[in-house]
């Protein structure tokens, strides 16, 4: 049983996820927010195998609640994966470049 954590200030999107994945027998949504401080305490709640975070959310954004998440409940694997998928969005070419554009954006 994969246990999921789904944070988005956007309530329609987080819904949307929360109902695709209601249906796989596999996973289970342990927890839902709309904002990154609200993400990190439910992380160190839940102590979720996964974490699908919104990158711009009221109080901390996506960035900085997977790195602190990291150390506090979510597996090594787990966030470097969500950090690339950042990089991506970032238009970075790496993981160190997607951070070093978060830090100089002020997001970490």
């Given at each position: 049983m994969i246990r999921v954590l789904l944070a988005d200030d956007e309530h329609l999107i987080r819904g949307a996820l929360a109902s695709l994945l209601a249906p796989d027998d596999d996973i289970t949504v342990v927890?839902?927010?709309?904002?990154?401080?609200?993400?990190?305490?439910?992380?160190?709640?839940?102590r979720p195998d996964a974490a699908v975070l919104g990158l711009r959310m009221p109080g901390r954004d996506g960035v900085p609640v997977a790195e602190i998440a990291s150390h506090a409940a979510l597996s090594p694997g787990r966030v470097r994966n969500y950090l690339s998928a950042t990089a991506a969005e970032l238009g970075a070419e790496n993981r160190r470049v997607a951070a070093r554009t978060a830090r100089g954006r002020g997001w970490l």
């Amino acid at each position: 049983m994969i246990r999921v954590l789904l944070a988005d200030d956007e309530h329609l999107i987080r819904g949307a996820l929360a109902s695709l994945l209601a249906p796989d027998d596999d996973i289970t949504v342990v927890a839902e927010t709309g904002t990154g401080d609200e993400a990190l305490a439910m992380a160190r709640a839940h102590r979720p195998d996964a974490a699908v975070l919104g990158l711009r959310m009221p109080g901390r954004d996506g960035v900085p609640v997977a790195e602190i998440a990291s150390h506090a409940a979510l597996s090594p694997g787990r966030v470097r994966n969500y950090l690339s998928a950042t990089a991506a969005e970032l238009g970075a070419e790496n993981r160190r470049v997607a951070a070093r554009t978060a830090r100089g954006r002020g997001w970490l």
